[in-house]
């Protein structure tokens, strides 16, 4: 395992920022009837080297004879050589993905956008709140907090899904519940199965259980919009700085490198200076949340 | 900078010698309106145009542009392309050359575009100056001179047009004339200035821009966008013709029977329903007002927070483009009204 | 992968789709060798018209018994059934509106022994049975139908432009006949994909692929009112290819 304590290295960028690098697909773990997490390796021995990002970040992936689109990238830079992206079936681009195996070819290219601002947390408690999906972006900063736990103090976990069967990761997440250096908190909405032994109730009643302190914390908040407005409303009402609340957005990218138009939000690019905002941010632009 | 006269009578010859550095081509005149296009001889060019139905921005920013070709076992390599093709655009207005400029900054950055790139490189600008008619605001928009993004810029003082030398290239050209070019008398520099005042008076539409950033934050929810969005079409004419919009889509075309195919850039509109619709079908302006409202803020307010300025040069392109007679001065001057009546 | 078994019908309708299909004369033998083309009466005569489909192709408007019984029978053998042409996709021409409705229409047209003529009146074939795939225009576009079958072959719906024809027409550098001649054209109210060919011939669009998505009609019909052009001029223009506008 390779720690990181600094930022990626920058990469050199390729003389052609739109040429995709090809990978193979190693592994496809079924999540959901709908989500899939596939494990991506690239051809290129120098690639599979060189490639870092940080949490945060997502990669343009492209399916030959169908398109690209961005993906977030769901594993830890602190877990390298393969990339692994938690992706859930809702278009065109998708539903071909889901159509590829193992061994298939797929092209990747970047790393995109800013990523979590993993030197700012650096020293602080990190709060990581997911809703749903939004574990997807959010399980590549849980690794890296955990994989370089020494750098952070208190890290707590908030993840809620509709149910037990809908909890993204499961197995990962209940294995948390085990360890001391993690506040691993679990809810389902609902549990329809009766075997559930956690908590139920919804994410932001989470809140309930645990005693912060907001001035020295950064919480990062990821799901559907409902997520974002009653998680919000607790991290405000905790005291929680607007620009220690950290978002990670989705928009509409056909480039990722702040060209094309298509993520613009006012006056910032989701792809550029995205797609992890503060909520300050995220309020001072229009159409943001 | 290098400033140099070139008698009139001796354009043709200039335009001549010209051609050894590329394909040449001019504003030509199309059923009343002008075009950018090839020249099959140099009679055929328009120098006095008023504007062309698209800017230069189709050399460069082509309407659609094969990027990528995917081949199995081969990944995605560019296509031969064009881009190392040599031209020179003759005849192009300050607003246009200013708009290039502009369109610079977005494909350079951090990750410069290539193809946009190479074209800027192998295409050559000779920009001529313009009299203003009742659609332009250059001025306005502070596009109505460049100093920079072009090779030589004509400006005419009656018999010379007074010639300034933007480039290494721009030289190769003067030089390639020999003795074609003189130099410039201080009676040329004062007729300089009198037609650059004159065309200053000429300016029938004015639009401050100073403070409209502001202005759009707190005009966000005017109603005024809510009348634009009943009256505009969605129909891109505006974004098309503009010679700063540059969004694009990408598309994927594959081959019968394969996955080989090419993957291309086509011109996109932020006018459009699809431009901020994400799969699973949430549209972030699903509605036509919150669309042509993203069109004009991001121009006259996002841009400036980018780049410094904002990406309108004051062509007029849209004004004379839009089938409703949406005009982005009024809308200006609108957005600038007070409406309300002094509560103190 | 076995081949796909196709079919290719035509309902009530010119049969203009299927002959710019028989046209695609760069494409034809790859067409022929990557489907297996079992039902396509308009070029073969050993028809298998009872077999299970993977794909049925079909033109034309459903505009009598006969024609929504055949259509509803495509639908049952097919696993994903594909409108061509404005008329399957929004009804066109057949169904384009008219005083005296369907009676009256007949009486015009065959004198009062229309009355017993096997008509309906004209539907496009989404409002009959479930239609997976739309590919538009008077008659459709080479390139379209091929991009569509190289895209099915892979899995992938195609990606066509939703936008107006307007877009192409700038584009392609046309002048504008709307704006510069006042003459009514259609091109801000109809799907690009054509490549605003119309207005590039100094011809007004006349709206034959359809309605582009989010097409803003009340705001073109007042453009046009205010150009001179009558009420019922615009009315008639808007209404003479898709009928059925915005439902489909």
Known sequence: MLLHTDTAPPLQPAANPYQPYMARIVRIQKMLDDTRVFTLRFLDESMVRSFRHRPGQFVMLSIPGTGEAPISISSSPTRPEILELCVRRAGRMTSSLF???TNDVVGVR????????????RGNHLLLAAGGLGMAPLRSLLWYALDNRHLFDGVILMYGSRSPADMLFRDEMLSLAGRDDVNCMLTVDADPSGAWTGRIGHLPSLFDHVTLEPARTYAAVCGPPVVYRYV????????????RILMSLERRMKCGIGKCGHCSVGYKYTCLQGPIFTYWDAINLPEMI | MKILKLPKDKLDYFASVVQQFGEVHAPVEQDGKYVFKRLTRWSEARLAYDRTILPPKKYFLPPKEPLLVYRPGEGYVAPAGDVQHRLVLFGVHACDVY?????????????????????????AIIGI???????????????????????????????????????????????????????????????YKRRSGAKHEAFQLDVEIRDLPEIFEMEYGSAIWDDLGAQCLSCGSCSAVCPTCYCFDMNDEAVLGSRAGTRSRNWDSCLFSTHALVAGGENFRESRSSRIKFRFYHKQRGFVAEYGRPSCVGCGRCITACPVDIDIVEVLAALRETRHAATH | MSKPRAGIFGLTGCAGDQLVILNCEDELLDLVSLLDMRDFLMAASDNDTACDLDIALVEGAVFSRRDKE?????????????????????????????????????????GTQGRDYDATEAYALHQVVKVDLKITGCPIEKHEFVAAVASLLNGDPPVYPQYPVCTECKMRESNCLLIEKSIPCCGPLTVAGCGAR????????????????????????????AKGVPEHDIRQRLRTFAPTGGSA
């Not at chain 2, 410069?112 to 074209?119: K, L, V």
């Not at chain 3, 053998?77 to 005083?99: D, Q, T, Y």
């Open chain 1, 99 to 101: 159509r590829l195996s």
């Open chain 1, 110 to 121: 970047g790393p995109y956008g800013n990523g979590f601002p993993v030197d700012d947390i």
């Open chain 1, 232 to 243: 919000l409303e607790r991290l405000l009402a905790a005291g929680f700085s607007k620009d």
């Open chain 2, 99 to 123: 708009a290039l400029n502009i369109l610079d900054l977005v494909f350079a950055g951090k990750y410069p575009d290539p193809y946009y790139q190479a074209r800027r490189k192998n295409i």
């Open chain 2, 129 to 191: 100056d313009c009299v203003p008619d009742g659609k332009c605001f250059c001025r306005s928009m502070r596009a109505d001179f460049v100093d920079h993004g072009f090779d030589l810029f004509f400006c005419d003082i009656g018999g010379h047009y007074l010639t300034f030398v933007g480039s290494a290239l721009g030289d190769d050209m003067v030089l390639a004339t020999e003795t074609l070019f003189e130099t410039v008398s201080p009676a040329d520099i004062d007729e």
């Open chain 3, 70 to 110: 055949r259509l509803e029978r495509i639908r049952q053998r097919s696993a994903m059934l594909v409108a061509i042409g404005s008329c399957a996709v929004w009804g066109g021409v057949s169904a384009a509106e008219r005083n005296g409705g369907l009676a009256g229409l007949l009486d015009e047209t065959y």
């Open chain 3, 198 to 225: 119309c207005p590039a011939l100094r011809i007004p669009c006349i709206g034959c692929r359809g309605p582009a998505a989010d097409a803003n009609a009340e705001s073109a019909r007042q453009m046009l009112a």
